[in-house]
């Protein structure tokens, strides 16, 4: 890609923010016009050149925006969506005979749909409870059937990886936007959805730290000119910013993850020349990581440095510092302590826990809910999630990416479960076979 069609997709997309800010139903016609433009392609291609995943990466990235201003067709738009172009990429390129285990995870999930369906009327809100919190396993379970096996050369994952980063500069402006006085938002060191753009914080810093990832890569390896490099570079530390002001720990923490170990990875298999540009590298962006974490904390009078040590406001150290999430965890293991087979089913943790405590509190921790709804087949589901990755690498050690996508998703589950399509699009591309080319 040449440095101008680059800086022009950047520009389109800081553009973009722009416009829906100022016009916000432009955000309707933005979330319709990636579904329909995204089925045109597939269709006229027939999916050649595995298209469903370019088009399954913008939409990713696009999700989160999308549902803070209003722009998706459905809340679960980005999961169906990527569902609905997995199958059609399936019926115009198959699958791998290694996609068995992901086809054993989905029939693993079918029993607790039916233990949820005992004693309950069979109407449309429990339909839209169980697809709230079924979609997301079925969603990754369909990506990965569809990528695992897929060949794909290391410059077309930049490619993958540019599509997702692409509508983050567009939440990002829009967010910097919705909040320009930074100061008069601070109200303690709780998450803070009025520097999350007015929608929730903990979705935001996810696709911000996945955006913070997205462009440090491309500015390591995809970066041709120095100015190429130093603007990847700037929009990560950017999103890094953005992420940070959100007061939303998990994912920022998950972006940070995903760049140690894609460091580790790149560095075991540089040469020696390679090893010291990268000793120089770290060093430098040490730095930088300092200058922006000063920076907001300047910004915030301390609030986020406070907020990362587990401290309210006045300095005094919070008696949970994973936000009501442990609690919730403990309540999902002693119901599955109590229903160790198959479950209480799916959806039924968020009903009983409303009975006990007359309020709807929903899982953020993907591990115990499966745990708690789906009991020991639920043990089992994980396991094959966990271990598949991991065995498959054995013979693909080309795939660089694979270990940085694996902690994306068992990261982001554990603080904000599968409400977005992100962990479960990710994981699927950990089963890429990528291979480097000449280039």
């Not at 990429?89 to 054993?104: C, E, L, R, V």
């Not at 406001?313 to 309540?331: C, H, M, P």
């Amino acid at each position: 890609m040449q440095n101008k069609h680059y800086l022009a997709l950047l520009f389109s997309h800081v553009l973009l923010g722009i416009l829906i800010f100022f016009v916000p139903f432009l955000a309707k016609i933005y979330g319709y016009a990636i579904l329909g433009i995204g089925v045109f392609i597939v269709v006229m291609t027939k999916n050649k050149n595995n298209e469903v995943l370019y088009i399954c990466s913008y939409i990713v990235g696009s999700e989160v925006f999308l549902r803070m201003t209003d722009g998706s067709p459905n809340h679960e738009f980005g999961k169906y969506s990527i569902i609905v172009f997995m199958l059609l990429g399936m019926m115009y390129s198959g699958f791998s005979k290694y996609a068995t285990p992901y086809w054993i995870f989905l029939v693993l999930l079918i029993p607790s749909i039916f233990i949820a369906s005992e004693n309950i009327a069979y109407d449309l809100d429990f339909k839209n409870k169980i697809a709230f919190n079924i979609s997301g396993p079925i969603c990754l379970g369909v990506a990965s059937i569809y990528v695992i096996g897929k060949k794909i050369t290391v410059l077309e994952v930049g490619n993958l990886l540019l599509l997702i980063g692409l509508p983050v500069i567009s939440m990002a402006v829009y967010v910097s936007l919705y909040t320009f006085d930074i100061k008069s938002a601070l109200v303690g060191t709780g998450s803070n959805s009025d520097l999350s753009g007015g929608f929730g914080p903990n979705q935001v810093a996810t696709i911000l730290g996945l955006g913070m990832f997205v462009f440090f890569v491309r500015s390591i390896l995809y970066s041709k000119t120095k100015l190429i490099f130093f603007l990847n570079l700037f929009l990560a530390f950017y999103f890094s910013y953005r992420g940070f002001l959100t007061f939303s720990r998990g994912g920022m923490m998950t972006g940070f993850g995903m760049i140690g170990i894609f460091i580790f990875f790149i560095y075991i298999h540089s040469r020696n020349a390679g090893k010291v540009k990268l000793n120089y590298l770290v060093i430098g962006l040490s730095v930088l990581f300092f200058l922006t974490w000063s920076y907001t904390s300047f910004l915030t009078n301390g609030l986020i440095n406070k907020r990362y040590a587990g401290q309210n406001a006045q300095g005094i150290e919070k008696k949970d510092k994973f936000s009501g999430r442990g609690e919730l965890a403990s309540d999902e293991i002693e119901m599955f302590l109590d229903n160790p087979f198959f479950g209480i089913g799916v959806g039924k943790g968020t009903e009983i826990r409303t009975e006990k405590n007359g309020y709807v509190t929903a899982s953020h921790d993907e591990i115990t809910r499966m745990l708690a709804e789906h009991g020991s087949l639920g043990i089992v589901g994980l396991l094959i999630l966990f271990f598949t990755p991991i065995l498959y690498y054995f013979g693909n050690r080309q795939n660089i990416f694979l270990f940085s996508f694996l902690i994306f998703w068992l990261l982001t589950i554990n603080h904000a479960a599968m409400r977005t399509a992100s962990p479960c699009f990710i994981y699927a591309l950990a089963l890429l076979n990528i291979r480097f080319d000449d280039k």
